[in-house]
């Protein structure tokens, strides 16, 4: 006679936690498209979802490696080539005191493992708020409460170092910093990053510098690495293939581990610990690291092109809409609006699905001051699309706060 389970299988309660509102809002999308309706889709951050193509020759570094058999496990920190490249990328961002670099399956990857290797139950890392919310998923997966800093929208979404400073307990250990930013946009400048770097060392912190768009910059000034200002102190940069090279399906992403060897080297023998418990990250695919960090760069002039009229159409349709106004992003791909309407933000995004057959993402999944409402543009898609997109938000919002 079979046996049937009688109690349910439930997952485990730390996990009630865990959002990630961009593939949440997914599924509304998707019951509204079994509808029949076509999706205009501003909420991911796939530039293969449009108009941009991986470049031809970082395609062929990853299919000749296959064809030459690279196709079994890899050494735990990447192959050879890779992490040579990745250590001349760093001297480029001007990175000295390099301890330590790895590849890993994406900067999703990097994050899970960095804080994973650092944080003991009771410590905590200062995450901004908003912001990319797999940091505030990985930190629930590993039972950290959050410890949020704003980012301030009215200097043009820096990060508040007043509130870091009050935000800084004896079970701080390390501060995230995402520049350029998702969602806002925003690109720190030297004087914040040398002084956020003042205060890791007064504070003994280390420093999480996730500069995965660091490429993407639209305007002219540079972007400046956290690591560069701040040699001396403990500092992984993340960085990786998604964005500045337009391959986020090869789940390809890296650490570079700066600053005083005494310091940092403990940590560092944890995080390889967890590298080497995972094997190692998809191995034809580290072909494409040299290939592209080394090879032509040409795609970024005509991304960048691309970016800058976009965001250039997307901040004048939010001067031009009432109940809308928008810090103007330099970086990146996002624009983080702040609404002004007597409902939810959440509310707002899914009416907007289910009415106007666009998906953006609300504020409140990415973190913001209370009593402020905000909701994130990928303005990624071509001009066209997202002026019939904008047209669409502009009517329900006429439509809907009348
Ligand atoms: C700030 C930031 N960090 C990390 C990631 C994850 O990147 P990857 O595709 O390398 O895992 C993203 C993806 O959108 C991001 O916006």
Known sequence: MPVTQAREIVPATRLENVRYAIRDLACIAD????QGH?????NI???????FKTPAHMIEAVYQAMRDGKNGYSPSSGI???L??????AVRKGIANIQDVFVTSGVSETVDICLTALLNPGDNVLTPCPDYPLYSAVLAKIEIGLNTYYLNEEDGWQPDLDDIKKKITPRTRGIVLINPNNPTGSVCTRKMLEQIAELARRHNLIIFADEIYDKLIMDDDPHIAMAAVAPDVPVITFGGLSKNYLAPGWRIGWGIASGEAPVIKPYLEGVNKLLRARLCANHPEQYAIKAALEGPQDHLVEVKRKLRSRRDLTMK???ETSRVSCVAPRGAFYAYPRIDIPEGDDVFVTELI????VTVVHGSGFGQRPGTKHF????LPDEKTLTAAYSAIGDFLRERYA
Not at 38 to 42: D, H, M, Q, S
Not at 45 to 51: H, Q, S
Not at 354 to 357: D, L, N, T
Request: aromatic fraction near 12%; glycine fraction near 6%; hydrophobic fraction near 45%.
């Open 84 to 89: 040579d490249a990745i250590r001349g990328e």
């Open 317 to 319: 349709w939010c001067a």
């Open 45 to 51: 951050g796939d530039p293969l979802n449009f108009d």
């Open 354 to 357: 289910r009415q106007k057959y």
């Open 38 to 42: 076509k999706i205009l889709p501003l």
């Open 80 to 82: 050879a080539p890779a």
């Open 376 to 379: 994130r543009i990928v303005f």
């Open 31 to 34: 019951e509204v498209a079994r």
